[in-house]
Nanobody
Framework: QVQLVESGGGLAQPGGSLRLSCAAS???????????MGWYRQAPGKQRELVATIDRYGSTSYAESVKGRFTISKNNNRKMVSLQMNSLKPEDTAVYYC???????????WGQGTQVTVSS
């Protein structure tokens, strides 16, 4: 069974940086590149929202709220997707989840979530 293992969350000050990583365990390399990968976040009392995606060709997209501050990237050889978060704001505080999806037929995996807290 494929598992997505996240790391890199924690506490940062406003204006600071954090880097999140998500490694796909038990996924063969030839399958890894077929997925679109994304990062979502969910703040307390709010719905989960899409933050950034990167497709199999490396094309990226971002929520307006993080454009110019966050960068999504992937390393096919390491089967890993990362989210570099700069110029962090308190409103970036949330649990961040990585997501792999492809289809048809639909196939989707979620990471366990990692807490990011931005506070002085």
């Amino acid at each position: 069974q494929v598992q997505l293992v996240e790391s890199g969350g924690g506490l940062a000050q406003p204006g600071g940086s954090l880097r999140l990583s998500c490694a796909a365990s038990r996924m063969i390399l030839s399958e890894f590149w077929t997925y679109t990968m994304g990062w979502y976040r969910q703040a307390p009392g709010k719905q989960r929202e899409l933050v950034a995606t990167i497709d199999r060709y490396g094309s990226t997209s971002y929520a307006e709220s993080v454009k110019g501050r966050f960068t999504i990237s992937k390393n096919n050889n390491r089967k890993m997707v990362s989210l570099q978060m700069n110029s962090l704001k308190p409103e970036d505080t949330a649990v961040y989840y990585c997501n792999f999806n492809r289809g048809p037929p639909p196939q989707e995996y979620w990471g366990q979530g990692t807490q990011v807290t931005v506070s002085s």
